[in-house]
């Protein structure tokens, strides 16, 4: 078997607050942008690894505060999504971008399928091994579960600015979804996108679809611009603005 980690290598994945009392699970499949020591840096330089095609720019630190704000079980993924993307379905192009934007990933090209595999089995594989045990232990002990999926999005795509300063993605509309677009545009300083900038499909998306949609769990996931997340100012204030906007839509579900 290919043991793509070193035994002095950092953990795919983190666990915050596994036992937290709040009924909002968080995870954020993008959070980190590490590359496995054996496979270099994938042939590109700091300036391209450090750009949003390699991770979530803000989301980790928004993630954890949030878990603090909510006293919320969080589980981060810390590799580069351009080593594996945890947030896509194995077979699909993306898993593994040979292209991320326009940038070419030339440690991704001519993997064999034993490549791919390894990368699976010391990334994919335990980040969501981690999320579907925090997700069985809570169903096992008769707890109540909302997951909200985190990510951030780069202001600018292929030379088109966005406007959207934070999204809420759904695949199909769920009263967590529809409560969080009404709370977030009653802000009144916000410009907020029903699936903007992306949409999510059961063909290409991955945590929402399986740990969602798969287990009948009110789900939503989330957006949020990197340019607003960038420092850890920033990040603070989202954390806070989502932690209250997620327990009113909380309250408003347990109402409803």
Same mark, same amino acid.
């Given at each position: ?109 001519? #993997?064999?399928?034993?490549? &791919?595999? *390894?990368? =699976? +089995?010391? !990334?994919?594989?335990?980040? /969501?091994?981690?999320?579907?045990? #925090?997700?069985?232990?809570? &169903?096992? *002990?008769? =707890? +109540?579960? !909302?997951?909200?999926?985190? /990510? ?9 600015? &966005? ?21 977030? &545009? ?71």
């Amino acid at each position: 078997m290919n043991h793509l980690l070193a035994p002095d290598e950092s953990a795919p994945v983190r666990v915050l607050r596994s036992e937290g009392a709040s009924d909002f699970v968080l995870a954020a499949d993008h959070a980190g942008r590490l590359i496995p020591r054996a496979l270099g840096d994938l042939g590109l330089d700091e300036t391209e690894r450090g750009r949003h095609i390699a991770w979530d720019i803000g989301i980790a630190g928004v993630t954890e505060t949030l878990s603090g704000v909510l006293d919320a079980a969080a589980v981060l993924q810390a590799y580069s999504r351009l080593v594996i993307d945890c947030n896509r379905a194995l077979h699909h192009p993306t898993s593994i971008p040979r292209i991320s934007e326009l940038t070419a990933i030339p440690g991704n090209e001519s #993997l064999s399928l034993e490549d &791919r595999a *390894a990368r =699976r +089995r010391a !990334i994919f594989d335990p980040y /969501h091994t981690a999320i579907a045990e #925090l997700l069985d232990r809570r &169903r096992e *002990a008769g =707890r +109540r579960t !909302i997951l909200v999926a985190m /990510h951030s999005f780069t202001p600018v795509f292929k030379s088109v600015a &966005r406007k959207v300063e934070i999204g809420v993605l759904f695949h199909h509309e769920t009263p967590l979804s529809r409560l969080m677009l009404e709370l977030l &545009r009653a802000e009144g300083d916000l410009v907020v996108g029903a699936n903007e900038p992306y949409a999510i499909t059961d063909d290409s998306d991955y945590t929402v679809p399986v740990h969602g949609e798969g287990r009948g769990l009110e789900h939503v996931e989330i957006e949020i611009r990197q340019d607003l997340i960038a420092d850890s100012a920033g990040q603070e204030r989202w954390a806070e603005r989502m932690g209250r906007l997620l327990r009113e839509a909380d309250r408003r579900l347990s109402r409803a």
